[in-house]
């Protein structure tokens, strides 16, 4: 009886619609987020992120829509991530039914972002999104620095101070990424999400690189996430979140069955 | 028709709130609003809370919400979620201590070790809070814990016994002797996940974000009239 570890299935969504693909053989819309959620809900989904990657600001009106028909449906924590620059992006998305919001470039560019919306918003739901990027040499002790554009550009930003920094202008969860892992299916850098969540006391979800179900006990139990966020293995059905719960749970990790 | 205030005081999301009633009521109209006469008229009012509760409570005071849920709780079922819990309280630990409402005899403490994180102890990595096999945990307390129902009261019919309910929260209720806690979770200590008082029924978690176990506690709390 103890706090349960999370699965949080991701939604990549352009101009409201899921892309990469979801494959359930029953879904009528592979496409529609709506549906998609509330079918990961109903699966057992502990929370459910959202991210927009609609490329322009005009086209973000659907994305409100979007999360508020959601939010209308589906009764366990969302995240909206992608595009967050403003105090006013937040307030739209926490209006519109979001619960958290996830900040990632506009963190790097502007760090006092972070700090003004948690101070207006509260920590509760400000997610710092954090793509790193190994850059110690083997045999070095592990170093990893933060990027942006996608993996694309260095900011010389050592990730685990970054990540401190975070916490202390008052994120509430960091939602680490490992750029080397994403899209891989190798498993998460557990070195790497171990330093940052031993670095800091608020939650930590990994990200990036599952495969199957003992990449996330592994990001549990070694790399210390307090959370597992997962996409492709879940859309393309390769593993449903009952069976990873109960993987996990007979692994020993409090999951909420 | 079921007339439902959910009570606006500028502190954060409340639509979850409001989506989450009119999704489980029949014949419900759900207003979100700091107007004192639709809070007096209504039915079932819900008293919210996210964020500092310096700035809540500020808020609730300039508004006067402080008397109007004073006398809500007189006359008719009042749901407290979350902040909107701890600021039913005597006093919070929060931002270096701050009065609250009163209205149950009880203070509000952090989680961590206060004296290492005096001020905003989210800073501190090692938050001095550990379960019983020692390992340190996390703070906030976010996620899905088990509520153990330490009595039977209206709000818990339809929901098993130690269900899991979503929380987000860094201070917990600790209760005076001789007020009633309606659920008991454990994060390092055991603190009040649920209370009850008269009309007032009050949780820690969030029940618009608990999945089924929460939208029963509405749909409870909807047919519930109070004492």
């Known amino acids: 009886m103890a706090l349960a570890k999370r699965i949080i299935p991701c939604l990549d969504c352009d101009k409201g619609r899921v892309v990469k693909g979801v494959k359930f053989l029953d879904i009528r819309d592979a496409g529609d987020p709506v549906e998609i959620s509330k079918r990961y809900s109903d699966a057992g989904a502990d929370e459910i992120t959202f991210l927009d990657i609609t490329a322009s600001h005009e086209e973000r009106e659907t994305t409100v829509h979007t999360v508020e028909a959601i939010a209308g449906q589906v009764f366990i924590p969302l995240t909206v991530g992608g595009g967050i620059r403003t105090l006013d992006d937040i307030r739209t998305m926490l209006n519109a039914g979001a619960d958290k919001v996830s900040i990632n470039t506009a963190a790097v560019f502007n760090p006092d972002f972070v700090r003004d919306a948690a101070e207006r918003f509260g920590s509760q739901c400000i997610v710092v999104a954090m793509d790193a990027k190994k850059v110690s040499l083997p045999g070095e002790a592990g170093r990893w620095e933060i990027f942006t554009h996608g993996g694309r550009k260095a900011t010389g930003i050592d990730a685990v101070e970054w990540a401190r920094r975070m916490v202390s202008y008052g994120a509430g969860e960091i939602l680490l990424t490992s750029m080397d892992r994403d899209g891989t299916k190798s498993g998460f850098d557990l070195a790497l999400n171990r330093a940052v969540s031993d670095s800091v006391s608020v939650p930590i979800i990994a990200s990036g690189g599952v495969g199957n179900l003992q990449d996330l006990v592994d990001g549990v139990l070694t790399g210390h996430a307090d959370a597992v966020l997962a996409a492709s293995i879940f859309h393309f059905g390769e593993y449903s979140i009952p069976e990873a719960k109960r993987f996990m749970a007979d692994k020993g990790i409090t999951m909420r069955l | ?227």
């Open chain 2, 1 to 227: 028709m079921n007339k439902v205030a959910v009570i606006d005081y500028g502190m954060g999301n409340l639509h979850s709130v409001a989506k989450a009633l009119e999704y489980v009521g029949r014949n419900v109209s759900v207003n979100v609003t700091s107007d004192a006469a639709t809070i007096l008229q209504a039915d079932h009012v819900i008293f919210p809370g996210v964020g500092a509760i310096r700035d809540c409570m500020a808020e609730i005071r300039r508004l006067g919400i402080d008397e109007i849920v004073a006398e809500v709780a007189c006359r008719k079922p009042l749901l407290a979620i979350c902040v909107g819990m701890q600021a039913l309280m005597e006093s919070s630990e929060e931002n270096g201590g701050v009065e609250c409402l009163g209205l149950v005899k009880g203070q509000v403490r952090f989680f961590g070790n206060v004296d290492a994180g005096a001020g905003s102890p989210v800073n501190a990595s090692n938050s001095g809070l550990s379960d019983e096999q020692g390992n340190s945990l996390k703070v906030p307390h976010m996620g899905w814990n088990c509520v153990k129902q330490t009595d039977q009261h209206p709000l818990w019919q339809g929901i098993e016994d130690n269900t899991r309910f979503y929380f987000v929260h860094s201070y917990y209720v600790a209760l005076c002797a001789g007020e009633s806690a309606s659920g008991l979770t454990r994060y390092g200590v055991e603190f009040t996940a649920a209370l009850n008082k008269g009309n007032i029924f009050a949780v820690q978690f969030h029940p618009e974000k608990s999945q089924h176990g929460g939208l029963q506690l509405l749909r409870n709390f909807l047919a519930w009239d109070g004492v």
